[in-house]
């Protein structure tokens, strides 16, 4: 299993961006995949979540509005789209994977981690 997370950048405050992990090795329909981040000092944040199969989306409460997670079964790779940027959504980006069925997927213990995706968000 391997995972891949792109799309980070350095962006001003109030802009968008789109992350994606791209997933080898498995399957969405039996794998939720987490997203967390982590910035410089502060201990790893879980962000979201899509659970396997119908794909359920998860948020952790100071993350809902601003974030949307989504995949592309065709693709094997899942986005979390990131709006209203603020300097406080600085860190590494992560993304990780864990084989789960159901409509839950796991907010802490995940199997399989990708390398991670800097943000940056400052003028």
């Known amino acids: 299993v391997q995972l891949q997370a792109s799309g980070g950048g350095l962006v001003q405050p109030g802009g968008s961006l789109r992350l994606a992990c791209a997933a080898s090795?498995?399957?969405?329909?039996?794998?939720?995949i987490g997203w967390f981040r982590q910035a410089a000092g502060k201990e790893r944040e879980w962000v979201s979540c899509?659970?396997?199969?119908?794909?359920?989306?998860d948020y952790a409460d100071s993350m809902k509005g601003r974030f949307t997670i989504s995949r592309d079964n065709a693709k094997n790779t899942v986005y979390l789209q990131i709006n209203s940027l603020k300097p406080e959504d600085t860190a590494v980006y992560y993304c990780a994977a864990d084989l789960v069925l159901g409509r839950l997927c796991p907010r802490e213990i995940y199997e399989y981690w990708g390398q991670g995706t800097q943000v940056t968000v400052s003028s």
């Open positions: 090795g498995l399957s969405l329909d039996y794998y939720a």
């Open positions: 899509i659970s396997s199969g119908d794909g359920w989306p």
